[in-house]
């Protein structure tokens, strides 16, 4: 009896682990996080326009900003027991205008579009010859631009006579430029921004370069390499104003993973976690178009007492505006279970604005929570509100304001909780961030909603009720996806590999609009970010497809179907691919200036076949078979050999015989003939297969240079990445030697620098996109790991806090241009090369 007694006991107890283990490991299931040293950590993350990050090692170091560098400001704090710490983002103390900008008042100044003679940036410079023109200078068909600039390069001087320096004031340049651009004040130069385009930025002044009550002069000169052109600057104080939120928190750490950006803070004697997340899930279309990201907060006691706590969110209207001069609306409001508030312009222009280094002015920004009574949402004024917060732990912030300038009076939407008395036991909460943009893409005249509206049957309240509703659910499957891609990087390439993956997940897929044509056709539309503005760019997909090959080809081919119906509409009638169909987030037709007839035929044809080993069957080469005939028999009469043309690595400029994208000429072929075939169509299967290995063939013996392949065919001594012999390995085709890729790969280990492998022999710079691709043709993974290694080394010590940039310097890690950009959705293709 007494033994029977022990069984059942031992047994029931070993029942109530197992079911307690279990049920503890669905609650509480593990979530990989990268620890890494980010060029700038995603927080908010939704489509090219709602792109928010933190570009410093601390989250209350700096300002939240918009992708491009523009605030989007976002700040948060805790009150424990009446002492505030601030754990994000940063006041913006408003500077008093002393030589305003074109915003605050518009201004005159000589300006030149042809070179001037040297001295042009010195005081005494006679510059009478020059034409008079209103600031701010730049592209035409802009609201804001008062003198057109259409030239690739002006000079502009700006003469004014300075008020009384005081030596223990401050002043500060505030400059905007688009894109490379030199200042000079008073015939000393102090800003030389190389590729860059940017918005006021503020550069302190040495007060011995200004002349008191003497004419002061400002000289300066921008280079328009490509898209938008703009120029305008002035001179500023600090005004009386201080920051309310002063004390900052302690940082503990910063983790990433897929989905998600994790903080961890002590605010005196409590803790803070923080969570971002972006529910970017490529397997459920639906959510990845929602427009709603989370912020989840749980604090508790880190020294065995109780506290009270309040926590407080802001943010601003500078979500909804291109500009700072924009007048906004704002309001609150309640539907069903949420309580949210909502900003937006007056003005409204829907798809009015297009190009690169802009915001989205149309629709509407919202804070939202769902609804609870020890939390409140509110309007206030930018300081009042936070005073109100310091003093009694409440979100009210003096005067309702229902419009306003923000150049004047900046509104801020705030969120509070009072958390009550917080323990050793966790406190937690959530609020959503979200943007309804009500027309998202004009396709080819049609103006199209998102995804998520399902053709205008679903609204924004719809959105944020399931989002309250699925909170949980949502937080797992993110869980779940996060693992996923954590996995399957290391198994593929390594921890640093999978390091590079997670960064680039978020950015890859926040570079895109998920929307629909009206035939209902999948539209996955790229914005090139931060180099010309293109929507839809062919040799942009291109290399990001791996990443949306791997987990859900459906959103490639939304990549592609602009480029496919753009041919078979007969809107664009030329033999080849079209480089883009139109300028964000206008698709109506190519805008860019200048063709790449095999870069993108070999783009699409290679994309197909892709898609076909993907997929197992060619059913959506099928459905595109004319057009993809007349590229590969372009490929056939023009690729072993390329002319004179831009290929997708056009900032190096246009040259012919270009090994790499013969390569790419040959690799399209290929890949025709291996549609073909799946399609049971042999004779065609056979002819272009065998066309592939003549031409590979052929290759070999035009490109070989000894130890290693050639740049230019008709060049000796120079040498390239071969990042489209990739797909040989991959799509296996076999019509390359082995050989060739290991004598490249050879070569590439000796030409490596501090933080990469060069693009090629004339300059130091490269592609990480590209070094992740070349990397892939190597046999083992201790060679693999060589080449990833120092892009690693890249990505955690670049000193550009911008989102990760794709084309940078070798010796040194610094950003040449680009930044945000979907290209580096292309590191998952070591993915790709694990059998499974």
């Not at 042809?114 to 609201?143: H, Y």
């Not at 700072?324 to 798809?351: A, D, F, I, R």
């Not at 009638?573 to 200036?593: I, L, R, S």
Request: with cysteine; glycine share 8%.
């Amino acid at each position: 009896m007494k033994k029977n007694s022990i069984r059942i006991i031992l047994a029931l107890w070993f029942s109530f682990l197992i079911f307690s283990c279990g049920n503890n490991q669905k609650i509480a299931k593990q979530h990989h996080k990268t620890f890494l040293r980010a060029p700038a950590y995603p927080l908010v993350t939704i489509d090219p326009y709602t792109s928010a990050w933190s570009m410093a090692d601390q989250l209350y170091d700096d300002q939240v900003r918009h992708w491009t560098g523009k605030v989007h400001s976002l700040i948060g704090a805790v009150r424990v027991d009446g002492e505030v710490f601030r754990f994000m983002g940063k006041e913006e103390v408003p500077l008093k205008e002393i030589i305003p900008m074109s915003k605050h008042a518009i201004w005159e100044g000589e300006y030149t579009e042809t070179e001037p003679i040297e001295g042009w940036e010195q005081p005494e410079f006679d510059a009478k010859l020059w034409k008079t023109g209103k600031a701010p200078f730049g592209t035409p068909n802009s609201k804001e631009v008062n003198t057109v600039w259409e030239t690739a390069n002006i000079w502009v001087r700006r003469s004014f006579t300075f008020p009384e320096i005081l030596d223990d004031q401050e002043y500060y340049l505030i400059y905007s430029h688009d894109d490379d651009f030199e200042l000079y004040l008073n015939g000393t130069e102090i800003v030389n921004t190389g590729n860059k385009a940017r918005r006021d930025v503020v550069l302190k002044i040495p007060t011995e370069l200004l002349k008191k009550g003497g004419e002061n002069v400002i000289a300066a000169h921008c280079w328009n390499r490509v898209g938008w052109a703009y120029v305008d600057f002035g001179i500023y104080t600090k005004s009386l104003q201080k920051e309310v939120f002063t004390k900052t928190a302690t940082q503990k750490e910063v983790n990433l993973s897929a989905t998600q950006t994790h903080y961890s803070f002590a605010c005196g004697p409590v803790d803070l976690q923080l969570k971002f997340t972006s529910p970017l899930l490529p397997d459920d279309l639906d959510l990845l178009s929602r427009p709603i990201s989370y912020i989840d907060y749980e604090l508790n006691s880190n020294d065995g007492n109780n506290h009270d706590v309040e926590i407080y969110f802001e943010m601003t209207p500078q979500w909804a505006v291109d500009e700072m001069y924009q007048e906004v609306e704002v309001s609150k409001e309640k539907v069903g279970s949420v309580q949210y508030l909502k900003t937006g312009t007056n003005e409204q222009p829907v798809l009015e604005k297009h190009g690169d280094n802009v915001r989205i002015d149309w629709g509407y920004a919202y804070l939202a929570a769902a609804t609870n009574e020890q939390s409140e949402l509110n309007i206030g004024e930018y300081f009042k509100a936070k005073e109100t917060f310091v003093s009694n732990g409440i979100g009210e912030g003096g005067e309702a304001i229902s419009s306003a300038k923000m150049t004047e009076k900046m509104p801020v939407l705030s969120y509070f909780h009072t958390l009550g008395k917080v323990n050793d036991q966790s406190t937690s909460g959530y609020l959503m961030i979200g943007y309804d943009d009500l027309v998202s893409i004009q396709y080819f005249g049609d103006n199209l909603p998102a995804w998520w509206t399902q053709g205008g049957k679903v609204t924004i309240d719809d959105e944020f009720e399931k989002a309250v509703a699925e909170h949980d659910q949502i937080m797992e499957k993110c869980v779940d996806f996060d693992n996923r891609i954590w996995e399957d990087a290391v198994n593929a390439g390594g921890k640093k590999y999978a390091d590079l993956c997670v960064l680039a997940f978020r950015q890859a897929i926040a570079a895109h609009k998920l929307t629909k044509d009206n035939q209902g056709n999948i539209l996955f539309l790229s914005k090139e970010n931060f180099s010309n503005g293109s929507i839809g760019t062919v040799d942009v997909t291109y290399p990001s497809a791996p990443l949306f090959l791997k987990y859900n080809p459906e959103l490639l081919k939304g990549m592609m179907n602009p480029i496919f119906y753009y041919s078979e509409s007969g809107k664009w009638t030329k033999p080849f691919a079209a480089h883009d169909v139109g300028t964000y987030p206008k698709a109506n037709g190519q805008t860019y200036g200048g063709d790449m007839p095999i870069e993108e035929c070999g783009n699409m044809l290679i994309m197909a076949a892709a898609i076909a080993k993907m997929e197992g069957n060619a059913n959506y080469a099928k459905a595109h078979w004319e057009v993809l005939t007349t590229w590969a028999n372009y490929l056939k009469e023009n690729g072993l050999d390329p002319e004179n043309q831009l290929c997708t690595d056009d900032f190096a400029g246009h040259f012919a015989h270009n090994t790499n994208l013969s390569i790419k000429a040959i690799m399209g072929i290929a890949g025709y003939g291996m549609l073909a075939e799946m399609l049971g169509k042999k004779e065609i299967a056979n002819t272009y297969n065998m066309e592939a290995s003549q031409m590979a063939s052929e290759w070999e013996k035009m490109a070989n240079d000894g130890d290693h392949y050639r740049l230019t065919f008709d060049k000796p001594g120079t040498w390239s990445q071969k990042y489209n012999m990739v797909w040989d390995k991959l799509l296996g085709f076999g019509i390359f030697p082995k050989e060739i890729s290991e004598k490249e790969i050879s070569y590439y280990l000796s030409k490596q620098n501090t933080y990469g492998l060069p693009l090629d022999n004339r300059k130091t710079y490269t592609k990480s996109d590209w070094i992740v691709w070349t990397a892939t043709l190597a046999n083992d993974q201790e060679t693999f790991q060589k080449f990833i290694d120092p892009l690693h080394a890249y990505v955690t010590n670049t000193p550009d806090r911008v989102p990760m940039s794709d084309w940078y310097e070798t010796p040194n890690a610094e950003k040449v241009g680009f930044q945000a950009r979907s290209v580096v959705g292309g590191y998952f293709i070591k993915i790709l090369d694990v059998k499974p």
